[in-house]
């Protein structure tokens, strides 16, 4: 039995805080970390009538497609928690640069840190 199957949830939290903390590869953590959740752009919600809220899923589906089950695939060397989609790809696909999102920018940093290629999305596919 390896380490890692031994770590509570507390100490793998007050591991992942000294990370956040005091390792230089931080940064890199961090924008992993938040490229494997998604998008929250375009989104459902409740207010939304139902042909407006399936065109936001499926917007937003399409966005995690392209990246968020890209960089999962990559981050944990394949192996996703729960029900997690992800398939394998050498590339993320996002918008030109200059219509980059906060969430844009992590995924950007993420693949190269994890030695994924950018594609730029061509706008024709919106």
């Given at each position: 039995?390896?380490?890692?199957?031994?770590?509570?949830?507390?100490?793998w939290?007050?591991?992942?805080?000294?990370?956040l903390?005091?390792?230089?590869?931080?940064?890199?953590?961090?924008?992993?970390?938040?490229?494997?959740?998604?998008?929250d752009?375009p989104?459902?919600?409740?207010?939304?009538?139902?042909?407006?809220?399936?065109k936001?899923?499926?917007?937003?589906?399409?966005r995690?497609y392209?990246?968020?089950?890209i960089?999962?695939?990559?981050?944990?060397?394949?192996?996703?928690?729960?029900q997690?989609?992800?398939h394998?790809?050498?590339?993320?696909?996002?918008?030109p640069?200059?219509?980059?999102?906060?969430?844009?920018?992590?995924?950007a940093?993420?693949?190269?840190?994890l030695?994924?290629?950018?594609?730029?999305?061509?706008?024709?596919?919106?």
């Open positions: 039995m390896s380490a890692a199957s031994t770590i509570t949830l507390d100490e939290r007050q591991f992942m805080q000294e990370l903390q005091h390792n230089p590869n931080a940064a890199a953590v961090w924008d992993i970390m938040t490229s494997l959740r998604g998008p752009h989104s459902e919600r409740p207010d939304m009538k139902p042909p407006e809220a399936s936001a899923y499926t917007g937003r589906r399409k995690k392209d990246t968020v089950e960089v999962r695939a990559k981050a944990f060397y394949g192996v996703c928690g729960g997690a989609r992800s394998v790809d050498t590339a993320v696909t996002l918008p640069q200059h219509q980059w999102d906060h969430f844009d920018k992590h995924v940093r993420a693949a190269k840190w030695g994924l290629d950018i594609k730029a999305r061509n706008d024709a596919e919106k």
